[in-house]
């Protein structure tokens, strides 16, 4: 793919095809599921999702063009950020910038880097037991293939750190070796809209979060 001018072009459909002549899936920018978890995490029910991330070494998987995933480790407190986003990693970086720069006097600035990956590529690499992982929007027909699919899974399962979540919003990804609980939410920016949101994690983590995953659902 180096080298590609579909790389750098404006129009994202150039992008997508790049993807698909690659073999790496369907690369569509997407970013609003990303935006409504951000924007629901301002509100007073949906604050309680920072205190998943603050402290924590957090990555988002397939983060498109938009700066909203490092909206959400800002305002969570993490220790960091890191976007893993093989095709759209120049408009990736261009907007976190943006987005620091009109929101500085408002959002707390944290480390970030944005990862020019594939997905399963950037996992792998990556230690045992240590992020927090965001997923928003990555549904299976996107993905190259089940094995794929599989694979980053396991990787999910496999660097989740024992007291994070696997934080996932209308994602196909599902680590079947991690206990889950579903939640919907009322989109702030449009409440006749209910968005999904999917908590994997260890019992340590469900032990950990109890209260606020309980607040979460709603309940007291």
């Known amino acids: 793919m180096a080298g590609d001018d579909r790389l750098v072009s404006r129009d994202w459909k150039d992008r997508l095809s790049l993807s698909r002549d690659g073999g790496k899936g369907f690369a569509a ?19 309680r999702l920072r205190t998943f991330i ?46 620091i720069e009109e929101n500085s006097n408002l959002i707390p600035r944290i480390p970030y880097k944005v990862v020019e990956r594939d997905m399963l590529d950037y996992l792998t690499d990556e230690p045992d037991n240590l992020l927090c992982i965001v997923c928003c929007g990555i549904e299976s027909c996107i993905l190259p293939g089940p094995d794929y699919q599989s694979k980053v899974e396991r990787e999910v399962a496999r660097t989740l750190a024992p007291e994070a979540f696997f934080i996932s919003s209308h994602s196909d990804l599902f680590p079947r070796a991690l206990p889950f609980v579903d939640l919907t939410y009322k989109r702030p920016s449009n409440p006749k809209v209910s968005d999904r949101l999917r908590l994997h994690g260890t019992r340590e983590a469900f032990d950990l979060h109890g209260e606020s995953l309980s607040l979460l659902q709603g309940r007291s």
Do not use: C
């Open 54 to 99: 603050e402290g924590r070494r957090v990555v988002e998987l397939g983060a498109g063009m938009m700066p909203f995933g490092y909206g959400l480790a800002a305002v969570g407190r993490a220790r960091n950020f890191v976007a893993v986003e093989p095709f759209y990693a120049d408009l990736q970086k261009r907007s976190i910038h943006s987005f």
């Open 29 to 47: 920018p997407g970013g609003e599921f990303t935006r409504a978890l951000y924007e629901w995490s301002l509100t007073d029910q949906g604050s």
